[in-house]
């Protein structure tokens, strides 16, 4: 069984691409350029030109961000929902 295709790359308004691995995402972003994006679940974890370095320098740095990321907004969305 295969993964589901995670992370989505946007270029303004437009999805360019989804793919599997994070990896694969920060190639597309770094391609698409300075104001891409990638959202994994509906937000946003990667903006390219407003990180500490672009993807392209360093593909494994953005995944790093970009599994980070995700996890916090899943983190955040599961206290939003569990009963205190």
Do not use: F
């Amino acid at each position: 069984m295969s993964s589901p295709l995670v992370w989505k790359v946007h270029n303004g308004t437009e999805q360019i691409g989804s793919t599997r691995y994070a990896e694969d995402a920060a190639a597309l972003v770094s391609l698409a350029g300075e104001g891409a994006r990638v959202l994994a679940d509906g937000c946003i974890v990667w903006r390219e030109g407003r990180e500490a370095q672009p993807a392209g320098e360093s593909y494994d740095y953005a995944a790093d961000v970009m599994h980070q990321r995700r996890r916090a907004a899943a983190e955040r969305a599961l206290a939003r929902r569990s009963p205190r």
